[in-house]
């Protein structure tokens, strides 16, 4: 909103670097979460930011308001600073289960546990302190209604294939190639019956509503644990319950990608940088 008035001239160059940086302020002391990979880099990315605006607003102060050029120079420090607060705010919304409704069972849950969660997930390797079935004991001491592993885990996939590289503040779309509308992504709902692609992906929870003839969907219920179904062709193909259906599902879900969508998703190829996706599919050489 800031950034809109400033654009349309409201605000002068000035004001709005006062402005921004107070605001960075204020988000950078209120949001003290500990995401994660997020803390080194958003800590970094405040300070920088910070630095490069105090820079810019002494220089502006001492060289005086006719100085146009440096008040252009100066739009890419605070895109770099929006961009932050953008980062920051979804990022909060991804913890709170607020980023895609209908992936997760619940509508809300704590942030906390959700941080602390992953944390526990990402220690060691090959995810060894997944849990089937969702320990409640040593959750109802803390927190109520939390999702299992496999409902928070799928989401976090889905949250990563629409953000590569987990670069929250960057519109999905910016990621994509020319191919942009090829093979979109639906999450938590399907495309209208009215208007939908001749060719779409989805993730949903619950029995899919409508199936079209070039979808692919994996449905996930909401029961714990978890039955995850993979449906195309207009009818549900596998389904998967157990201990390994989160990975069997998603695994199957990216092998169909690969060979019958030419391994693009919205846009994206599952082999490209952002993703890495397809080296893991591929076979390894035998000895």
């Not at 100085?67 to 913890?95: F, G, R, W, Y």
């Not at 910016?174 to 208007?195: D, I, M, T, W, Y």
């Not at 692919?216 to 207009?234: E, I, T």
């Not at 319950?241 to 599902?249: K, M, P, Y």
Request: with cysteine; hydrophobic share 40%; net charge positive.
């Amino acid at each position: 909103m800031i950034f809109q008035l400033f654009c349309k001239g409201i605000f002068d160059i000035y004001t709005f670097a006062w402005v921004c940086m107070i605001f960075c302020k204020f988000v950078g002391a209120y949001m003290k979460l500990p995401f994660l990979l997020y803390d080194y880099h958003i800590s970094i990315s405040f300070t920088r930011c910070f630095i490069k605006l105090d820079f810019f607003v002494a220089r502006s102060l001492l060289g005086g308001p006719q100085q146009t050029p440096a008040q252009n120079l100066s739009i890419p420090i605070i895109q770099e600073c929006i961009d932050v607060i953008t980062e920051h705010q979804k990022l909060l919304a991804l913890m709170k289960g607020e980023w895609a409704k209908g992936l997760l069972p619940q509508s809300h849950i704590r942030a906390d546990y959700t941080v602390q969660r992953i944390r526990e997930l990402a220690a060691g390797t090959c995810v060894k302190n997944y849990e089937y079935i969702t320990n409640k004991n040593n959750s109802s001491k803390k927190w109520t209604e939390v999702p299992t592993d496999s409902h928070l885990l799928l989401y976090l996939f889905c949250a990563f294939l629409e953000h590569p590289k987990w670069m929250l503040h960057v519109d999905p779309t910016c990621h994509a190639s020319v191919q942009s509308s090829k093979n979109p992504l639906f999450l938590g709902l399907l495309p209208p019956k009215e208007r939908f692609p001749e060719k779409y992906l989805a993730v949903i929870s619950g029995v899919p509503s409508v199936l079209h003839p070039g979808a692919c969907l994996l449905a996930v219920g909401k029961q714990s644990p978890p039955v995850f179904a993979l449906y195309w062709d207009k009818k549900p193909q596998f389904s998967f319950e157990g201990r390994t259906a989160l990975w069997d599902s998603v695994l199957l879900l990216c092998h169909k990608i690969k060979t019958d969508y030419g391994g693009i998703v919205r846009g994206m190829h599952l082999g490209s940088s952002a993703l890495g996706i397809l080296p893991i599919l591929q076979e390894e050489n035998s000895e």
